[in-house]
């Protein structure tokens, strides 16, 4: 079974600093696409940033990078110099191809990030 | 590029009810998605579509609750009848496989914001 857990329903962070949100995930499959989505309060779904499995290198886009530690399982997004529309609930996912485009999503961190 | 469509953005209507989500997904996207959100259960995905095609039902509550996806350019999730327990955020996403399956992100809709009284 996929499976993806985000330990910390909650987490602030005050503007300027840097937070990190944790994300782990259960597969078997050695070939998979991992996912940042943010959800403002305006309720979109947004995608922040994107990982493949086979790469070594940590995505990074802007103020969001992420630490892919595969053996471990784990895929945690950093938020450097966090601004006040980066609060939002942040959802981690991830694919796995040639399966049908199903997406796996964890619960989601609510971050509140405070003036 | 215009993004994936839902409507309506809110809908309000009273036990019993039939209700009909609408989504337009993404021109050239050939996966389709709806999910439900709520506070108690999170992001679920109810049923996905490649090229048209149910793939996976398994998320879908129980029989009121149906989709279809008639053309690659439309589909519609439909409860009937719809129980206050339905009550949530709608999602539908949509995504193409350009550069092999599972390489392209959702796009997700605003949302439909269902209220059963």
């Known amino acids: 079974a996929q499976t993806v857990t985000q330990s910390q329903p909650e987490m602030s962070v005050q503007e300027a600093e840097t937070v990190t949100l944790s994300c782990t995930y259960d597969?078997?499959?050695?070939?998979?696409?991992l996912f940042w989505y943010k959800q403002p309060p305006s309720r979109q779904m947004i995608l922040v940033i994107r990982?493949?499995?086979?790469?070594?290198q940590n995505a990074t886009e802007n103020r969001f990078s992420v630490n892919f530690q595969k053996a471990a399982k784990s895929f945690s997004l950093k938020i450097s110099d966090s601004q006040l529309g980066d609060t939002a609930m942040y959802f981690c996912?991830?694919?796995?191809?040639?399966?049908?485009?199903?997406?796996?999503f964890g619960t989601g961190t609510s971050l509140t990030v405070i003036p | 590029d215009a993004g994936v469509i839902q409507s309506p953005r809110h809908e309000v209507t009273e036990m019993g009810q039939e209700v009909t989500l609408r989504c337009k997904p993404i021109?050239?996207?050939?996966?389709l998605f709806w999910y439900r959100q709520t506070m108690m259960r999170g992001l679920e995905l109810l049923i996905y579509?490649?090229?048209?095609?149910?793939?996976?039902d398994s998320g879908m509550p129980e029989d009121r609750f149906s989709a279809k996806m008639p053309n690659a350019s439309f589909s519609t999730l439909k409860i009937q009848p719809s129980e206050p327990r339905d009550s949530a955020v709608y999602f539908c996403?949509?995504?193409?496989?350009?550069?092999?399956?599972?390489?392209?992100?959702?796009?997700f809709g605003d949302g439909t914001r269902l209220s059963i009284l």
């Open positions: 996403a949509s995504s193409g496989t350009g550069g092999g399956i599972g390489n392209q992100p959702q796009h």
């Open positions: 597969t078997s499959e050695n070939n998979y696409y």
């Open positions: 990982q493949e499995a086979y790469k070594q």
């Open positions: 996912a991830f694919v796995i191809p040639n399966t049908g485009n199903q997406f796996y």
């Open positions: 021109s050239g996207h050939n996966s």
């Open positions: 579509f490649n090229n048209n095609v149910p793939i996976d």
